[in-house]
Antibody, heavy 118, light 106 residues
Framework: EVQLVESGGGLVQPGGSLRLSCAAS????????MSWVRQAPGKGLEWVSV???????YYADSVKGRFTISRHNSKNTLYLQMNSLRAEDTAVYYC????????????WGQGTLVTVSS | EIVLTQSPGTLSLSPGERATLSCRAS???????LAWYQQKPGQAPRLLIY???SRATGIPDRFSGSGSGTDFTLTISRLEPEDFAVYYC???????FGQGTRLEIK
């Protein structure tokens, strides 16, 4: 079964850091495009970052320079390192596989909540 | 950047009725890149439709998608109680999502 499980969310002060993890099963992270998408409380979906199978990375302007996406091939795990966190980064963070044969995000993990507050 | 605008913001209908949700793009998009997702409270989004009109695996045939260019539609032919949720359209090329349509029980 293809599955994604996020972890690492929590409460952090403004200016702090947090690293999210997304463990994959049923497929190989390094052979796929993998994205992070977030959802602020009561709001819609916002794409955050992607890492391509070849290793190239891209970011939304709202997080560029503060967030870093990476992966650990042997652990089959995706990461999102978040630095200089702001209140507006408060959201549920989902990891998702990009399926290039259908140009979609599928599947999604269950999400992990990040709260930035003093 | 392509902006997707969904309408209406909220749609109030009864089980058994037909639902029509709209997604309008700020410029023409390839139908291949247009998808729809369903999200229920406390859950992750689930893929419903890809390529504007193809149902994802396991999606009931009461869900259908159509459209091209800048105007796309998600139709639910006869609403079941489990269909009341928030629906998002998405354009893969710029990885943008619409703001969502909340489908609520009338």
């Amino acid at each position: 079964e293809v599955q994604l499980v996020e972890s690492g969310g929590g409460l952090v002060q403004p200016g702090g850091s947090l690293r999210l993890s997304c463990a994959a099963s049923g497929f190989t992270v390094s052979s796929n495009y993998m994205s992070w998408v977030r959802q602020a409380p009561g709001k819609g979906l916002e794409w955050v970052s992607v890492i391509y199978s070849g290793g190239s990375t891209y970011y939304a302007d709202s997080v560029k320079g503060r967030f870093t996406i990476s992966r650990h091939n042997s652990k089959n795990t995706l990461y999102l390192q978040m630095n200089s966190l702001r209140a507006e980064d408060t959201a549920v963070y989902y990891c998702a596989r990009e399926v290039r044969s259908s140009w979609t995000f599928d599947p999604w993990g269950q999400g992990t909540l990040v709260t930035v507050s003093s | 950047e392509i902006v997707l605008t969904q309408s209406p913001g909220t749609l109030s209908l009864s089980p058994g009725e037909r639902a029509t949700l709209s997604c309008r793009a700020s410029q023409s998009v390839s139908s291949s890149y247009l998808a729809w997702y369903q999200q229920k409270p406390g859950q992750a989004p689930r893929l419903l439709i890809y390529g504007a009109s193809s149902r994802a695996t396991g999606i009931p045939d009461r869900f259908s998608g159509s459209g091209s260019g800048t105007d796309f539609t998600l139709t639910i032919s006869r609403l079941e109680p489990e269909d009341f949720a928030v629906y998002y359209c998405q354009q893969y090329g710029s990885r943008t999502f619409g703001q969502g349509t909340r489908l609520e029980i009338k």
